[in-house]
């Protein structure tokens, strides 16, 4: 079963750019699409954007001014990149694939504690 | 765009069905088929329980059953056992191409 790993600094300082990557462990990695969710201790799910080896990314309107993806197909990586980070960024970070017939996140990783604070 | 409506909680008995609803617009829930529902039990990742309104991906017992009327889709876990015991969250793909959640239902047995 494909194996999806976030890794991110754990602590970022405001204002500051997030970075993180998400990486595969299979070949589902070109043949999927794959989308970035957090979620603030204690709250409920937002989902951040949507990426894909062969097409544009799609992100969250209301996240959209600051984030950036990218792609290491060498790699099977996906990198996410947020800019000018407040506290209200403090949240559990997924990547999770979306599943054969396009609909719901069937493959998720474990997750990655973000957070931001001086 | 805001996220779908969902009870706060919902409880019931073991043995017993409960119903989760996610309210939407015509925009997002009313607009596709695409309604999927998951489960995430605390410090875990969700799971995937429902996709397409009414599909459960392989591995995923058979009582859990996803339905939508308009812009409304629903969840009913049949037979509550006390591993249902979760956080429950509905998502929806819109029609400007984006992925919304609800906020979430606390499942509790009595």
């Known amino acids: 079963q494909v194996q999806v790993q976030e890794s991110g600094p754990g602590l970022v300082k405001p204002s500051e750019t997030l970075s993180l990557t998400c990486d595969v462990s299979d070949d589902s990695f070109n043949s999927h699409y794959w989308g970035w969710i957090r979620q603030p201790a204690g709250k409920g799910l937002e989902w951040i954007g949507r990426?894909?080896?062969?097409?544009?990314?799609a992100y969250n309107p209301s996240l959209q001014s600051r984030v950036t993806t990218s792609i290491d197909t060498a790699k099977n990586q996906f990198s996410l990149k947020l800019t000018s980070v407040t506290a209200a960024d403090t949240a559990v970070y997924y990547c999770?694939?979306?599943?054969?017939?396009?609909?719901?996140?069937?493959?998720w990783g474990p997750g990655t504690v973000i957070t931001v604070s001086s | 765009q805001s996220a779908l409506t969902q009870p706060a909680s919902v409880s019931g008995s073991p043995g017993q069905s409960i119903t989760i609803s996610c309210t939407g617009t015509s925009n997002d829930v009313g607009y596709f088929n695409f309604v999927s529902w998951y489960q995430q039990h605390p410090g875990r990742p969700p799971k995937l329980l429902i996709y397409e309104v009414k599909n459960r991906p392989s591995g995923v017992s058979g009582r859990f059953s996803g339905s939508k009327s308009g812009n409304t889709a629903s969840l009913t876990v049949s037979g509550l056992q006390a591993e249902d015991e979760a956080d429950y969250y509905c998502?929806?793909?819109?029609?400007?191409?984006?992925?919304?959640f609800g906020g979430g239902t606390k499942v509790t047995l009595l």
């Open positions: 998502s929806s793909y819109t029609n400007i191409a984006t992925v919304i």
């Open positions: 990426m894909y080896t062969r097409g544009t990314p």
């Open positions: 999770a694939r979306v599943g054969e017939d396009g609909d719901g996140f069937d493959i």
